[in-house]
């Protein structure tokens, strides 16, 4: 038993040299959840890709956009978006999608990228999720302790909480 929880242990011990950091593009076929949003959507009014990065390799992904209320689909994100861009009144940060090419990454990557939100952005006061409405996001997030609060036409929408 000791041998296995060093091996587990070793098999997780990238993640504490991991770091968040902010990227430019990403490729965006790699994407499971929204392949089909482009580099300039990802990056444009305000929003966000951070990757979790490990020695040279970067392992986790998360979009981010903000806004000033909580969408229900893509069009809603983009729509509030760039409204909050250009009032400057965003108070949501929404992650539209993450995903992971190491086991691990992509939980320490919205927990990472949330406490940057805390701590950097201090008009930010919630940490949302627009995700799939499949069985594997719901028991992703509530896994790492988000709460569902909402349940739409073709999403789910889940509120990480900044404590």
């Not at 970067?58 to 983009?78: H, R, W, Y």
Request: neutral net charge; contains cysteine; proline residues 3%.
């Amino acid at each position: 038993m000791e041998k296995f929880k060093n091996k587990l242990s070793n098999f997780f011990s990238w993640l504490s040299k991991a770091e968040l950091v902010e990227l430019d593009s990403v490729d965006t076929s790699e994407d499971p959840i929204r392949p089909d949003i482009d580099n300039e959507f990802r990056t444009s009014y305000g929003r966000k890709i951070y990757g979790l990065k490990s020695n040279e390799d970067v392992e986790g992904f998360i979009c981010l956009a903000f806004c000033n209320d909580v969408p229900q689909t893509m069009k809603e994100l983009d729509l509030m978006s760039k409204n909050a861009f250009h009032e400057k009144n965003a108070n949501i940060a929404v992650a539209y999608t993450v995903w992971s090419r190491k086991r691990g990454a992509g939980k320490q990557t919205i927990f990472t990228t949330k406490k940057l939100v805390k701590d950097e952005m201090k008009n930010i006061d919630r940490f949302i999720t627009l995700s799939p409405l499949t069985p594997i996001a719901t028991h992703f997030h509530i896994k790492h302790g988000a709460k569902l609060v909402n349940i739409n036409a073709t999403s789910q929408n889940f509120e990480y909480d900044f404590n």
